[in-house]
């Protein structure tokens, strides 16, 4: 009898890839959207090997503990992903970013506890880990390190302070029930999109001006993220947050390897001291390295993404 596995977010970018990755192998998926009409939701993820007769979808509202409990019903385990990430103005922070992701969290996980889920994978981001100015400067950013709230809410960067708190959240939940929770912190998620809507961090690529250094801290592929959910749950031993990069490079790193590798595309060169406090590290996420996983080349990630978005006319 196949484990199923309860995937929030099922439809996104990250998402695509763990509901492909789980069917591949021999998973039952039961795949959380926001609109089971819109197609658009749907078709790619129906359209998988495996997808028939393992794959099944559930409308679900992170606010909503019902449409959650329907969801993970039965399921071994729960990859949880769904988080509200707004590209533009927000106009109301609390409703809009801080409440869904927040108590999205924290419902997930008690759901899922109620309902005799082993084990809860979350997303959280990089986003938990920096901005962070008062960090050492001579020591490398990792799984010890934590976004610093205050500076973000001057500099009112909502998204950050959103992860952070959802994050903490998660384990305060983990720690008051004894639950087994395993985090995620991704870099930039970049790669070959499986959905047809683009994603905010494969926008980097599209003529995004942004200079990012309250936000970048590396990047990883898709696929690689993906698996990383699924490593955290089928093994024991991962325990924690478990950070998501390929290596921690600064955003000046990143946009001068895109412009090499493709000067066609007039990308913006940056000064190189755009991010002073983050120390550059090749195997910074050694814990995932030590569950089994073998990180994609940056250059392979941005030849991924750039053919990707090359392929749907949007560079």
């Given at each position: 009898?196949?484990?199923?596995?309860?995937?929030?977010g099922?439809?996104?970018?990250?998402?695509?890839?763990?509901?492909?990755?789980?069917?591949?192998?021999?998973?039952?998926?039961?795949?959380?959207?926001?609109?089971?009409?819109?197609?658009?939701?749907?078709?790619?993820?129906?359209?998988?090997?495996?997808?028939?007769?393992?794959?099944?979808?559930?409308?679900?509202?992170?606010?909503?503990?019902?449409?959650?409990?329907?969801?993970?019903?039965?399921?071994?385990?729960?990859?949880?992903?769904?988080?509200?990430?707004?590209?533009?103005?927000?106009?109301?922070?609390?409703?809009?970013?801080?409440?869904?992701?927040?108590?999205?969290?924290?419902?997930?996980?008690?759901?899922?506890?109620?309902?005799?889920?082993?084990?809860?994978?979350?997303?959280?981001?990089?986003?938990?880990?920096?901005?962070?100015?008062?960090?050492p400067a001579?020591?490398?950013k990792?799984?010890?390190?934590?976004?610093?709230?205050?500076?973000?809410?001057?500099?009112?960067?909502?998204?950050?302070?959103?992860?952070?708190?959802?994050?903490?959240?998660?384990?305060?939940?983990?720690?008051?029930?004894?639950?087994?929770?395993?985090?995620?912190?991704?870099?930039?998620?970049l790669?070959?999109?499986?959905?047809?809507?683009?994603?905010?961090?494969?926008?980097?690529?599209?003529?995004?001006?942004?200079?990012?250094?309250?936000?970048?801290?590396?990047?990883?592929?898709?696929?690689?993220?993906?698996?990383?959910h699924?490593?955290?749950?089928?093994?024991?031993?991962?325990?924690?947050?478990?950070?998501?990069?390929?290596?921690?490079?600064?955003?000046?790193?990143?946009?001068?390897?895109?412009?090499?590798?493709?000067?066609?595309?007039?990308?913006?060169?940056?000064?190189?001291?755009?991010?002073?406090?983050?120390?550059?590290?090749?195997?910074?996420?050694?814990?995932?390295?030590?569950?089994?996983?073998?990180?994609?080349?940056?250059?392979?990630?941005?030849?991924?993404?750039?053919?990707?978005?090359?392929?749907?006319?949007?560079v």
């Amino acid at each position: 009898m196949s484990k199923a596995v309860c995937v929030t977010g099922a439809s996104g970018a990250i998402g695509s890839w763990v509901v492909r990755l789980l069917l591949e192998r021999g998973y039952i998926v039961h795949a959380t959207i926001q609109d089971l009409e819109d197609e658009q939701e749907t078709k790619h993820l129906e359209a998988m090997e495996g997808a028939k007769g393992r794959l099944k979808f559930f409308e679900m509202d992170l606010l909503n503990s019902d449409s959650i409990a329907a969801a993970v019903k039965g399921c071994a385990g729960v990859i949880h992903l769904a988080c509200p990430n707004i590209i533009g103005e927000v106009k109301d922070p609390e409703k809009q970013i801080l409440e869904p992701a927040i108590q999205g969290t924290v419902n997930v996980l008690k759901v899922a506890k109620e309902a005799g889920v082993e084990r809860v994978v979350a997303t959280s981001s990089i986003s938990a880990i920096i901005p962070s100015p008062n960090w050492p400067a001579d020591k490398v950013k990792g799984e010890d390190c934590w976004t610093d709230l205050e500076y973000c809410k001057e500099k009112k960067l909502y998204y950050p302070i959103a992860k952070t708190l959802a994050e903490k959240a998660g384990w305060e939940f983990a720690k008051e029930t004894g639950f087994d929770v395993v985090m995620i912190n991704p870099g930039t998620a970049l790669g070959p999109l499986i959905p047809p809507r683009i994603n905010s961090s494969m926008a980097v690529l599209a003529g995004d001006t942004e200079t990012y250094e309250d936000f970048f801290m590396g990047m990883a592929h898709f696929k690689d993220i993906a698996l990383a959910h699924i490593l955290g749950f089928e093994q024991k031993k991962a325990a924690g947050r478990h950070l998501c990069v390929e290596a921690i490079r600064h955003y000046s790193d990143f946009v001068n390897l895109v412009s090499d590798l493709y000067p066609e595309y007039n990308v913006a060169k940056l000064p190189t001291d755009k991010q002073p406090g983050l120390l550059r590290a090749k195997n910074a996420s050694k814990k995932l390295i030590e569950l089994g996983l073998e990180f994609t080349p940056a250059e392979q990630i941005i030849k991924d993404a750039v053919e990707c978005l090359k392929s749907r006319g949007l560079v």
